[in-house]
T-cell receptor, first 109, second 120 residues
Framework: RKEVEQDPGPFNVPEGATVAFNCTYS??????FFWYRQDCRKEPKLLMS???SGNEDGRFTAQLNRASQYISLLIRDSKLSDSATYLC??????????FGAGTILRVKS | GAVVSQHPSWVICKSGTSVKIECRSL??????MFWYRQFPKQSLMLMAT?????????EQGVEKDKFLINHASLTLSTLTVTSAHPEDSSFYIC????????????????FGPGTRLTVL
C-alpha cells in the first residue's frame, strides 16, 4: 500500500468550476500535511499547509481529518492557470516529506 | 522566499559515465538538504538526507555507492550518479531547509528547479 494515495485524474473542468481532490495517508504518526502544486517538468511549490480546523487561502480550501487519515483540497472558481498536478504531501518524523503521485487538473475555457 | 538553484538543469550522457549535480541555497544557510528522484507520472521519492559536514542518510533501496552525496558547506550539496545507466534517467530535485534534523519544528523545504538526466 502506498504511503500517500491520490486519484491520478485527470480532472477536466471548465473555467469557473469547483473541483475537489482527496488524499489518504497510511502513517497515523504523520506530523504535518501540505498541498503542493507541480507544473509540467518543474519543481513542486508549496500551495498551502493543511490543518484539522480547515484553512482557506483565497479560492483554495484545505481540510484534514486525522481520524480518517484523509486530506482534501477544494478549488473554487477554477482558472486556466490552475492547470497543474496537485501533490498531497505528509511530513513524517525527522522532517521527511512523503509525496503522493499527484492529481492532474486541466481547466479548459 | 528562499531560493535554491540546481546545476545543470538538464544533462544527456552516455551509459557508464558519472554525472555530478549541484544544489545551492542562494540566500540562506541550508543545514539540511534532501535529494529526490521523480520518474514520469510517479511521485517524488526521497533518496537521501544530508546534514552539512556529516554523512548522508540514504532511504531504503537507494545505493549509497552509486549515488554519492557531499554536503561540504552550508550552501552547497552535490549528488554524483556514478556509472550511470539508462534506468537512472529521471528528474532529480534537491530541497533545502534552514534547520537541522534535530529541529523537529517544521521549517519549509525550498526546492530547486530540478535536473533532468537522460542516460543513453
Amino acid at each position: 500500500r502506498k504511503e500517500v494515495e491520490q486519484d491520478p485524474g485527470p480532472f477536466n473542468v471548465p473555467e469557473g468550476a469547483t473541483v475537489a481532490f482527496n488524499c489518504t495517508y497510511s502513517n497515523s504518526a504523520s506530523q504535518s500535511f501540505f498541498w503542493y502544486r507541480q507544473d509540467c517538468r518543474k519543481e513542486p511549490k508549496l500551495l498551502m499547509s493543511v490543518y484539522s480546523s480547515g484553512n482557506e487561502d483565497g479560492r483554495f480550501t484545505a481540510q484534514l481529518n486525522r481520524a480518517s487519515q484523509y486530506i482534501s483540497l477544494l478549488i473554487r472558481d477554477s482558472k486556466l492557470s490552475d492547470s497543474a498536478t496537485y501533490l498531497c504531501v505528509v511530513r513524517e518524523y525527522g522532517n521527511k516529506l512523503v509525496f503522493g503521485a499527484g492529481t492532474i487538473l486541466r481547466v479548459k475555457s | 522566499g528562499a531560493v535554491v538553484s540546481q546545476h545543470p538543469s538538464w544533462v544527456i550522457c552516455k551509459s557508464g559515465t558519472s554525472v555530478k549535480i549541484e544544489c545551492r541555497s542562494l540566500d540562506f544557510q541550508a543545514t539540511t538538504m534532501f535529494w529526490y528522484r521523480q520518474f514520469p507520472k510517479q511521485s517524488l521519492m526521497l533518496m537521501a538526507t544530508s546534514n552539512e559536514g556529516s554523512k548522508a542518510t540514504y532511504e531504503q533501496g537507494v545505493e549509497k555507492d552509486k549515488f554519492l552525496i557531499n554536503h561540504a558547506s552550508l550552501t552547497l550539496s552535490t549528488l554524483t550518479v556514478t556509472s550511470a545507466h539508462p534506468e537512472d534517467s529521471s528528474f532529480y530535485i534537491c530541497s533545502a531547509r534552514d534547520g537541522g534534523l534535530a529541529d523537529y519544528s517544521y521549517n519549509e523545504q525550498f526546492f530547486g528547479p530540478g535536473t533532468r538526466l537522460t542516460v543513453l
